[in-house]
């Protein structure tokens, strides 16, 4: 019997349902048998072959995820399973070692991919905005959607960078971790989510 991929999104709080509705749609369109549901709490780690972390409001979420149990299990199963997890905007801020950030929230991160990140970097007269980017592996262009985004200033180790708009970073990977600053489950464009599901 083919194994069924199970997909997780984490339901804190952000872009969760969109989430869900594009993989669902990625599993359906290239013929791969899976399920997509929401994370709410421990028990359904152990369910899940990959993780999505949503954008949102990386405050609140970093902290939820904390006091659920989650970051550690999260953490633990990423390092132990290597787990397969995208992160979009808040959760491209998560998955960071580093962070730079004005608001001098205490944000937890995961320290699973080797890199720095800025919250809000874009500034406010460019808090949204969309662009066509390029992505290598992704067939050119993309457009991107960015909403009060992040930035990736630095990565080290085996992160690899994967679009950039000027110098600035956008989307990076280690191994099987993506992490982009933009808001792939607000467009139809599936080639994020296939792209991610090649990770997995
Ligand atoms: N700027 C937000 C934050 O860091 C993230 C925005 C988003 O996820 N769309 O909380």
Request: proline share 3%; aromatic share 4%.
């Amino acid at each position: 019997m083919v194994k069924k991929i199970s997909i997780g999104v984490i339901g804190i709080q952000g872009a969760i349902s969109e989430h869900v509705a594009i993989m669902q749609n990625t599993l359906k369109t290239t013929d791969t048998p899976g399920t997509v549901f929401i994370v709410k709490n421990l028990g359904d780690i152990n369910k899940i072959d990959a993780l999505i972390l949503p954008g949102g409001e990386t405050t609140t979420i970093s902290k939820i995820l904390y006091k659920l149990g989650l970051h550690t299990a999260i953490a633990k199963k990423i390092k132990e399973n290597n787990l397969p997890v995208m992160g979009t905007c808040a959760g491209c801020v998560i998955l960071a070692s580093e962070i730079i950030d004005d608001i001098k929230d205490d944000v937890k991160l995961l320290h699973a991919i080797d890199m720095q990140v800025e919250r809000n970097a874009f500034g406010r007269q460019k808090e949204s905005f969309e662009k066509n980017i390029n992505i290598e592996g992704v067939h050119h262009p993309y457009n991107a959607v960015f909403i009060r985004a992040p930035v990736i200033r630095k990565i080290w180790g085996k992160t690899k960078v994967l679009a950039k708009i000027n110098k600035k970073i956008v989307m990076a990977r280690q191994d099987n971790l993506l992490a982009l600053s933009f808001h792939p489950e607000l467009t139809n464009d599936l080639r994020i989510h296939n792209y991610f599901l090649d990770m997995i």
